[in-house]
Every structure is written in structure tokens, then in C-alpha cells.
Nanobody, 117 residues
Framework: QVQLVESGGGLVQPGGSLRLSCAASGIFFSINFMGWYRQAPGKQRELVAGINTGGTTSYADSVKGRFTISRDNAKNTVYLEMNSLKPEDTAVYCC???????????WGQGTQVTVSS
């Protein structure tokens, strides 16, 4: 059974930093895409950052220059380093991976990030 366990969320002041982690277990095929999404109250879920097998990354315009996504293939883990956090970054952050040749999707349960003074 595939499981994604996220950690690292919490309350931080504006300008602060957080590091999210998402560890996948029960994986028997290669992980293709790994990404972080977020959903704020009353808003649609959006892709924050993604990284493919080759290490190519992509970011939402709103987080470019502030967030960095990385992955450790040996640990089946994806990270999101978030710096210079703003109140508008407040949301539930979820990780998603795609696995195997059929690109089956798996989602984490989500972790709350709150940016407030």
C-alpha cells in the first residue's frame, strides 16, 4: 500500500521559513513526477512546485525565487524549502507523486502552513 507522509507545516511569522517533507513508502516502481500543491480557503488548488525524474523543476509565479523543491530518490522523498513567507502563502499543502509507466497518482494527506504575525 502506497503511503505519503508529510511533515514540516506549522505557524510562522511573515518573512520566516519552513521546510516541508513528503516521504513515500510502498513504492515498487519508479517515481516520475513529485510535486507540491496548496489550497487556501475559498480558492482552487494550485500547483506550487514540481520536479521530474531528471531534476527539472517548475514553480508557480507567486513563489519563484522564494521556494525551492528538491527530491531524494534514494529515500523516495520530496522537499519544499519555503523562504520569505507571506500571509498569502497560508494554505494546506499536499504532495503528489506519479508512479510507473501509467503515471498513477498518489496524494498526501496535507499539512497546514499558516503565515501570520
Amino acid at each position: 500500500q502506497v503511503q505519503l507522509v508529510e511533515s514540516g507545516g506549522g505557524l510562522v511569522q511573515p518573512g520566516g521559513s519552513l521546510r516541508l517533507s513528503c516521504a513515500a513508502s510502498g513504492i515498487f516502481f519508479s517515481i516520475n513526477f513529485m510535486g507540491w500543491y496548496r489550497q487556501a480557503p475559498g480558492k482552487q488548488r494550485e500547483l506550487v512546485a514540481g520536479i521530474n525524474t531528471g531534476g527539472t523543476t517548475s514553480y508557480a509565479d507567486s513563489v519563484k525565487g522564494r521556494f525551492t523543491i528538491s527530491r531524494d530518490n534514494a529515500k523516495n522523498t520530496v522537499y519544499l524549502e519555503m523562504n520569505s513567507l507571506k500571509p498569502e502563502d497560508t494554505a494546506v499543502y499536499c504532495c503528489k507523486i506519479t508512479v510507473g509507466i501509467w503515471a498513477r497518482e498518489y496524494w498526501g494527506q496535507g499539512t497546514q502552513v499558516t503565515v501570520s504575525s
